[in-house]
């Protein structure tokens, strides 16, 4: 079983300084990036010099999945400029009048760095705890790390009615690739009940709502043993007969959920299960419904026959203000795995990373939690289940175990009395022979 347990103390050197995140946590900041470096395990660095330059409309999406929005949700301008102020090459720069611009990091991690350029005003840097202010006027670098929870955004925010912008360049987080495991979803599926939805003529029933994978898109599951996560990252299209009803194609809508995660091992046929609970969700895409937000919990089980369900996520903000489903709160990335199942017994780390690499196998789940749309009277529940698979060959780890050994060593035992045996009959047939009976 995983559980999510304070980091190693972090490296502190004369260029970092800890800001308290609560009592039982610390935020490093780094002003140097050899001193940040130091203290990591391995490094993953965004140049952004695969990004094709211009400016581009928030939500703006790096070819790395980095991906740039306003916190209010309003149009921003995300631009891409070649031989850029920081470090001479391409980078991202901005402005915002807003309460910020969020930038939500391709992985969940523990530590986050970037070089910045400033113009003629301040601009405030906040990574979970850690806060930091980048003077005006100024060419550095800024890093964090976060001891004892994990991090999946920073914001980027300036008081000032006036601003020339800010400038972002190689953007850096913590990676252990040994730990990470990527595994595509080759199918999804499942259903959820009706829900009543007014379009302008009054409530009305939606119908049975099924889904599915859309096709042509990049679907995958993500485990962080470093972490002891799971993340999904899907493309859904979502029908009822309703939008038939008014000639509208299904909804796309992209979902990304994230959670801890258990995994154990029957005793019997020795084969692995794992267990999760993810919370998240997305932004529909386009359509009626474009710009609501659907927010959800949901279990799902690998191999074990049965499906189980959360209770739904308390709303982050009151209806009917629209919001960011995803990153979820880290209360709910760094709660406590759900206990191991009888008759399933624990497994090692080293047992389950040897295990998936070559992972396969059916996952149930079932979900709870709400759509936001606009024009509503306010949060629609919904809940539903499913079934998507992992396409890999094999997936069944057997573990030695003493009953194992026993058998082994009783079968051993076996073929050996059987050969003293056979040595004996001849030893005593010879005798016989040679004295003539």
């Known amino acids: 079983m995983f559980s999510l347990k304070t980091l190693t103390a972090m490296l502190v050197s004369l260029s970092a300084f800890s800001v308290p995140n609560s009592l039982w946590a610390t935020v490093t900041t780094f002003t140097d990036r050899a001193a940040w470096q130091s203290a990591l395990q391995g490094v993953s660095t965004e140049s952004f010099e695969a990004e094709l330059v211009g400016d581009y409309s928030t939500p703006f999406s790096t070819t790395q999945g980095t991906q740039a929005q306003t916190v209010s949700g309003a149009a921003g301008t995300i631009q891409v400029v070649s031989g850029g102020l920081t470090n001479g090459t391409r980078e991202l720069r901005f402005r915002e009048f807003g309460p910020g611009m969020l930038f939500m990091l391709s992985a969940y991690t523990r530590a986050v760095a970037f070089d910045y350029t400033t113009s003629g005003e301040n601009w405030r840097v906040e990574v979970a705890g ?28 300036s008081s000032s009615l006036i601003q020339g912008g800010v400038s972002l360049d190689d953007l850096s987080l913590e990676v252990v690739a040994s730990k990470i495991f ?16 007014d379009l302008g003529s009054g409530p009305q029933s939606t119908g049975p709502i099924s889904y599915e994978l859309e096709p042509s898109t990049s ?5 962080n043993m470093l972490h002891g996560l799971a993340e999904i990252d899907i493309h859904l299209l ?17 979902l990304r ?22 919370t998240g969700g997305g932004v529909f895409e386009g359509g009626i419904f474009a710009g609501g937000v659907f927010y959800n919990k949901n279990g799902w089980e690998i191999v074990i ?12 903000t009151p209806y009917p203000e629209l919001f960011s489903p995803f990153p979820p709160p880290v209360a709910d990335i760094t709660a406590d795995p759900i206990p191991l199942m009888p008759p ?22 079932g979900f709870a939690g709400f759509f936001r749309f606009p024009g509503q009277t306010g949060d629609i529940p919904v809940h539903g289940d499913g079934i998507w698979t992992l396409p890999f060959q094999g997936g069944t780890l057997v573990v030695p175990t003493l ?27 010879h005798g016989r022979q040679a004295n003539g009976d």
């Not at 679907?219 to 485990?223: D, E, K, P, Q, S």
């Open 305 to 316: 026959n049965g499906t189980h369900a959360n209770n739904a996520p308390s709303p982050p």
């Open 182 to 197: 990527v595994r595509p979803i080759a199918a999804l599926s499942g259903t959820a009940g009706p829900i009543i939805i």
């Open 219 to 223: 679907n995958t599951m993500r485990f």
């Open 344 to 365: 399933f017994s624990a497994l090692s780390d080293a047992q389950v990373e040897a295990w998936l690499p070559t992972a396969s196998g059916d996952a149930n789940f």
């Open 130 to 157: 850690g806060v930091a202010t980048l003077q005006a006027n100024s060419t550095g670098f800024i890093g964090f790390i976060d001891d004892s929870s994990l991090l999946r955004s920073f914001k980027l925010s």
């Open 403 to 429: 009953s194992h050994w026993a058998m082994f060593c009783f079968i051993t035992a076996l073929m050996l009395t059987g050969v003293l045996w056979l040595r004996r009959r001849h030893d005593l047939n």
């Open 238 to 254: 979502i029908d009822f007969p309703l939008l038939d009803q008014i000639g509208s194609p299904p909804l796309r809508i992209r």
């Open 257 to 278: 959920e994230a959670g801890p995660v258990t995994w154990g091992v029957d005793p019997v046929t020795r084969q692995i299960a794992g267990w999760s609970s993810l």
